[in-house]
């Protein structure tokens, strides 16, 4: 997308492969299609969620009566702490080696975009998946110790195929074929979507569970797994891999250590500003540490009520499955139908009150100021390639409502979180699974923002920086929180780790508070290392910048 402007129309015809007949596809919105894919590919990852939670615990029964007395008396058997403690330990060691492998898929997934094109990309993620749930169901005849081992070594499949890498190529695929204004509501449209699989799917593998087996769900995962790829290679449209990302950032990528240059658009970037100064500009840094601060507060806010379910409330795996059916469907509820409203009633109320900002275009035929005059042809002679001029940073009218929304979703998030301790019967579950979700939003904001923040060839790097922000968050919080819950439900007071949630996320807040759109009319400068054969501007030869 080197040449890409925010006002490009969508979906160019070169983006698409022109030697390839049309298919039926071509009859429905290219949006329609992604949220599609993204429907059914969060079902088949969640038939299998809430029975694998239950199977630890289950396993975890097993192997304590292997080394302690047969149970005698009434009620359950594998209510004691010392399980529910144990089984809480092998879930967090369980959610370290998924995430762990869903950063290496973020990579992997990253490079195959690049490589092959969204699309084929997003095939590869849902094949190996099947393999996985393959695999976890011949764990479940084995069980005990032993099954929870071929569990968590299962998730080493996540390498190839999981969650991180299908969940940003689509986002990728949505920042590319969607208008910037529209961005952030079709980011919170795309998580909705998600979300309503995610519920459909929860619902479904509880009940495929108890009616037919614990080992059900994970069958019926492999074949949908395998029809979701299908599905992708058929009606998924076609993105020509060359438009992800400039050739500059694609030679930043050959040495030994390239995978890792996405990241390097979370750093402070080099601006200068509308007057000619250069300054540096923290505004993507903070919203990076305030979203992993946040998703450290949040992420295992789901693992976190199922368990205290179980253990407070007896809940089984068909209560745990209706909760967090009802947790997703009004998430994807409020996400596909409320949020994109407010975004919009929000961002027309900012642009009323907001100055007018300039239109920062790649190509202005009318400059205003003398850095935007083109250098005489005396002065470029001896150059051998024409400077290249600055990548402007063009933010949205209203945009800033979208980092508004972010901290008040998060602070929001928190008080509900710390309200979850005043639960005392089953039912009170149900509100809190009902109530969460009216504070989501923090994640597609977060996107919207950040594609705001940096110019239209930087949007894949950026949200795969960020998609590795937070899933190196949720592998702290579920190593961090879920033995922290562990700690707490020793002492037979497992309640206390939702304060400690609530605390976390209100740190998130004030972080946020730092993170600032670039100043209006600003323009990104080449970092110095790459642009110092480039003749520099009278206004930044007399200005330097900061640190450099």
């Known amino acids: 997308m080197a040449s890409n402007g925010e006002t490009t129309p969508l979906l160019r015809d070169q983006e698409y492969d022109a030697t390839k007949p049309k298919s ?32 630890f615990y289950v396993m975890s029964c097993e192997e304590y009566y292997k080394h302690h007395p047969p149970y005698e008396g009434t009620g359950d058997r594998c209510a004691r702490n010392e399980i529910t403690a144990s089984a809480s330990q092998q879930v967090a060691i369980m959610g370290c080696a998924t995430v762990l492998c869903g950063i290496t898929n973020l990579f992997v ?14 095939a590869i993620q849902t094949f190996f998946p099947a393999i996985r749930v393959a695999i976890q169901a011949s764990a479940l005849f084995i069980g005990a110790r032993t099954g929870i081992i071929i569990m968590q070594l299962s998730q080493l499949t996540g390498v190839w195929g999981g969650p991180a890498g299908y969940i940003l190529i689509l986002n990728t695929i949505v920042a590319e074929i969607t208008e910037p204004a529209g961005r952030t509501a079709m980011f919170g449209r795309l998580q909705g979507t998600l979300m309503m699989g995610v519920s459909l799917g929860l619902i479904v593998g509880g009940v495929l569970a108890e009616k037919f087996g614990i080992a059900t769900p994970f069958e019926v995962a492999a074949v949908s797994f395998l029809v979701c790829t299908t599905f992708v290679l058929s009606f998924v449209p076609y993105i020509d891999p060359k438009t992800l990302s400039s050739d500059e950032n694609k030679d930043k990528a050959k040495g030994p250590l390239g995978f890792l240059a996405p990241l390097k658009v979370l750093g402070a970037q080099n601006m200068r500003l509308r007057d000619g100064r250069a300054k540096k500009h923290f505004g993507i840094s903070f919203l990076a540490l305030g979203i992993f601060t946040g ?44 949020f994109p409203q407010i975004i919009s009633f929000g961002r027309r109320m900012f642009t009323k009150s907001e100055a007018p900002l300039p239109d920062v275009a790649e190509e202005s035929p009318l400059p205003t100021h003398a850095r935007d005059i083109d250098p005489l042809p005396a002065v470029v002679a001896d150059q051998e390639e024409p400077a290249k001029p600055p990548t402007p940073v063009a933010v949205t009218q209203g945009a800033e409502f979208d980092l508004f929304f972010l901290r008040g979703s998060l602070f929001i998030d928190g008080i509900i979180t710390a309200s979850s301790t005043l639960a005392t019967q089953g039912w009170h579950m149900y509100l809190v699974g ?55 439900a020793d002492i037979g007071k497992p309640y206390l780790t939702f304060y400690c949630n609530a605390a976390v996320a209100f740190v998130g807040v004030i972080i946020l508070f730092f993170s600032r759109f670039p100043p209006s009319g600003s323009e990104m400068i080449a970092d110095r290392k790459e642009s110092e054969t480039e003749p520099l501007l009278p206004e930044e030869d007399e200005q330097p910048v900061n640190g450099s």
């Open 295 to 338: 998703v450290l507060a949040t992420g295992f806010a789901p693992t976190l009520i199922q368990m205290y379910s179980m253990v407070a409330f007896d809940f089984t795996s068909t209560n745990n499955s209706l909760l967090m059916s009802v947790n997703c469907l009004v998430r994807g509820i409020f996400l596909m139908f409320v």
């Open 109 to 122: 997934a990253g490079w195959e975009m690049r490589k092959y094109g969204p699309k084929k990309a997003l």
């Open 434 to 488: 009902s109530l969460l979700p009216l504070a989501s939003g923090s994640a597609p904001a977060a996107k919207g923002v950040l594609t705001e923040m940096v110019p239209p060839n930087r949007k894949a790097d950026a949200l795969q920086a960020m998609t590795l922000v937070e899933y190196s968050a949720t592998l702290t919080t579920m190593g961090l929180f879920g033995f922290v819950f562990s700690s707490f």
């Open 24 to 55: 039926k596809s071509s009859f429905i919105a290219p949006t329609t299609l992604i949220l599609l894919a993204g429907f059914i590919i969060s079902l088949s990852f969640s038939y299998t969620q809430t029975p694998l939670l239950y199977t």
